[in-house]
């Protein structure tokens, strides 16, 4: 049986609103949906199997901030096996759910002094560097996204004043993907200044590909943890990443949970 009506059977027809891919040390928002169905990556064809250490591994559906969410714990990242389309068919049964949005999370490295550990910063764009796309090898002409509101307007608008409401310090910027599974060379990262980046890390950006192929409108934010390499008093570590996450992890929520009530 595909994963679509596993998950149908399960969590029941009604349709999904919006789906929202947690980071590193943001489990925590799983645990805040209610009436919750909850579904081991493991039981669910196509989507990642193992997982990096910090994820869960599970499908989580149930209610959020007023709406119907489907919450993807745990994503696979390109280094685990060097597919970038990996998140296709996740992102395809959250389109199956009937849901039009897709959130992103992750946590990233910043590459300004004054948005250090714990800051949030709304994505404005983005830079793929890496000559990977996970629409590669795709037929037909959908392939040819048009890219220049990766990000919707209307949905980075709606965060700039839920942060406002809420009294958290608003950023945007630019997510520069970088491959990992390594942290990067101070030169790298000066490398990646001129080339406009605001923040560096090693997912999302293959999701917002694969998102935008499908008409998902799209957001994502990132919870800085750690300034980028190079920067003076930058600590990283994947351990750091993760403590620092799960530190920061309330303003966070309550960013998407404003998303959720203020407007999709
Ligand atoms: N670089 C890449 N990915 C990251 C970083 C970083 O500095 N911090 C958290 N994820």
């Known amino acids: 049986m595909e994963a679509l009506s596993i998950i149908r059977r399960q969590a029941g027809e009604k349709p999904v609103e919006a789906g929202i891919v947690l980071g590193s040390g943001l489990g925590q928002l799983g645990d805040a949906v209610t009436e919750a169905v909850s579904i081991h ?10 997982g990096v250490s910090g994820h869960q591994g599970r499908l989580i559906i149930g209610g959020l901030a007023g709406r119907r969410v489907a919450v993807f714990s745990g994503r696979e990242h390109y280094y685990e096996h060097g597919n970038p389309a ?33 800051s949030i910063v709304v994505h404005s764009d983005y830079v793929n560097w890496s000559g990977r796309n996970p629409l590669i090898g795709e037929a037909g ?70 998102a935008r192929r499908l008409g998902l409108r799209v957001a994502a934010l990132s919870m800085v943890t750690n300034l980028a390499a190079g920067f003076e008093g930058a600590e990283i570590s994947h351990h750091d ?15 998407i949970k404003g998303l959720l009530e203020t407007g999709l």
């Open 86 to 118: 990996a998140m296709r068919p996740a992102l395809e049964a959250l389109q199956g759910l009937g849901a039009s949005t897709l959130i992103l999370t992750n946590a990233a490295g910043s590459l300004r002094s004054a948005v250090g550990p714990t």
């Open 41 to 50: 990556y493991e039981a669910l064809p196509g989507f990642p199997k193992g």
């Open 141 to 210: 002409d959908a392939r040819f996204v048009d890219m220049r509101d990766a990000y919707d307007p209307a949905l980075r608008a709606t965060l700039r004043d839920v942060a406002a409401r809420e009294g958290i310090p608003h950023h945007e910027g630019v997510y520069f993907w970088f491959s990992g599974p390594t942290f990067e060379t101070p030169a790298e990262i000066r490398a990646m200044k001129i080339l406009g980046a605001d923040l560096v890390g090693m997912s999302t950006v293959p999701e917002v590909i694969l």
């Open 241 to 255: 990443t993760k403590a620092v996450a799960a530190k920061g992890s309330a303003a966070m929520i309550r960013m």
